[in-house]
């Protein structure tokens, strides 16, 4: 049997050098039991059977992830975590609510006008797991799309940069309406 793993991989970036270090064990637990949050959510049932796949899965998914979990140290637990994680959620899912219907109003236009462009967007957020998080937020909301991220910058492509839109304020809108929300649960 293998012994425990280190509690850093070689290959971490630098931004987690200043961050605490959890156990393996910890990261392990916390995503098995988040994978299994998701499994629930998704199966919609509190059968027996059910919940036994669920946490054999969950289980399952959690050791062939175990060397990427370093991840997980930027997430703040707290109390008050499911609340956060609420108000990111209906935050996302309104700026995906109206992502979509702006995106269906183009397609069914009769003139469809784009002016496409990509743009950097600034963020606040200093973990791998935030910039990630919120790219990935970026990149699910129609009109948008996450091209790169270096250091402190995300390179987004935005459907339709209108006419005299000042970049500078419509990109920072373009992040902000996520970034607040992740700052609560994300170093």
Not at 88 to 109: E, G, K, P, S
Not at 176 to 185: D, G, P, Q, T, V
Request: no cysteine.
């Amino acid at each position: 049997m293998q012994g425990p793993l280190p509690d850093s991989s070689p290959a971490a970036p630098s931004t987690h050098a200043a961050l605490p270090r959890r156990h393996w064990s910890y990261r392990f637990l916390l995503a098995a039991a988040g994978v299994f949050v998701v499994w629930m959510l998704l199966a919609g049932s509190l059968n027996p059977q059910e919940m036994a796949v669920g946490a054999a899965v969950s289980l399952a998914v959690a050791a062939l992830s175990l060397r990427h979990l370093v991840l997980l140290d930027d997430l703040v637990l707290s109390p008050l975590l499911p609340l956060h994680l609420a108000r990111y959620f209906a935050t996302f899912f309104t700026a995906l609510i109206h992502a979509n219907l702006d995106v269906a109003r183009r397609v069914t236009a009769p003139r469809v006008r784009i002016d496409p462009a990509v743009v950097e967007v600034h963020t606040d957020l200093h973990s791998d797991l935030g910039k990630l998080w919120l790219a990935n937020s970026i990149t699910l909301t129609p009109g948008t799309l996450s091209v790169d991220v270096k250091d402190q910058t995300l390179l987004v492509h935005w459907i339709d940069v209108s006419p005299g839109t000042n970049l500078e304020v419509a990109t920072r809108e373009i992040a902000a309406r996520f970034e607040a929300r992740l700052k609560e649960f994300l170093r």
